[in-house]
């Protein structure tokens, strides 16, 4: 009897708990090397796989190089062995100040039962402010399209240059216009850029022309300067044909 109860004991397994994996996404997005560089504040997101030898419930903490998370116990429950569970913590951090141009921090996971496994996840962020870049350009004569930025047909025309603006996050991009005539005025104008990725038109109108020689082939262009978010500028090269 006493050796069944021992052999009995002997064949009992104690589940326990490791880390099998460890990521880290910033804005949903997979952060290469555990390092972000983009407009700030950032939603930054820390995931671990965990893995049971039998089903059981995982407790944890979180504990952050700021200190500032809270340290209450939670809970995971593993429905089956060698399958990763995640973990996650998540954490909205940054701002576009020097505090954050190069700031490297860490978040760590330690489970308590059914053993004790910590994990430490390191990173840096690189907080920058929004950039904007001219995606594309066009002109049109007369409410039509010029193809090949060229125009041909009755004078004065009515020219439009139309710019799209790209901001890699929501801003104010502030610019002027420069002629090659130099009639232009320099006054600073703003457009809202509202949200990253998208497209918006930045547009300036020109009536130009007369039905004398000197516009029987006239080239010229206009240029649009943006002055912030960041300097770029773009010059729209055009050619009309005064009939």
């Not at 002997?10 to 880390?19: G, Q, W």
């Not at 049971?52 to 700021?66: A, C, I």
């Not at 200190?67 to 062995?81: C, E, F, K, N, T």
Request: a negative charge; charged letters at 15%.
């Amino acid at each position: 009897m006493l050796l069944a109860i021992l052999f009995a004991m002997a064949s009992v397994s104690f589940a326990s708990v490791r880390v099998g994996g460890w990521a880290f996404s910033a804005n949903g997005q997979l952060a290469r090397d555990f390092q972000y560089t983009g407009p700030c504040p950032v939603d930054l997101k820390f995931d671990w796989g965990v893995i049971g030898t039998e089903p059981g419930t995982v407790t944890y903490t979180f504990l952050r190089n700021d200190g500032g998370h809270s340290s209450s116990v939670q809970s995971i429950d593993l429905p089956a062995a060698n399958r990763s569970m995640p973990i996650i913590d998540e954490w909205h951090l940054g701002a576009n100040t020097p505090a954050f141009a190069n700031y490297s921090g860490w978040v760590e996971l330690d489970i308590k039962s059914p053993n004790p496994v910590s994990k430490r996840i390191n990173f840096t962020i690189h907080c920058v402010g929004a950039s904007v870049r001219v995606g594309g350009w066009a002109l049109m004569a007369n409410g039509e399209l010029a193809k090949g930025f060229q125009y041909t047909g009755s004078c004065p025309v009515a020219l439009k240059f139309d710019w799209g603006v790209i901001a890699t996050a929501p801003t104010t991009a502030t610019y002027s216009f420069v002629r090659s005539d130099g009639g232009h005025s320099t006054s600073s104008r703003s457009v809202d850029l509202p949200q990253a990725n998208h497209s918006v038109s930045i547009f300036d109108d020109w009536h130009l022309g007369a039905n004398t020689p000197q516009f029987a082939n006239y080239s010229g262009w206009v240029e649009l300067d943006i002055a912030s978010p960041n300097t770029v500028t773009q010059k729209i090269n055009f050619t009309i044909h005064c009939r």
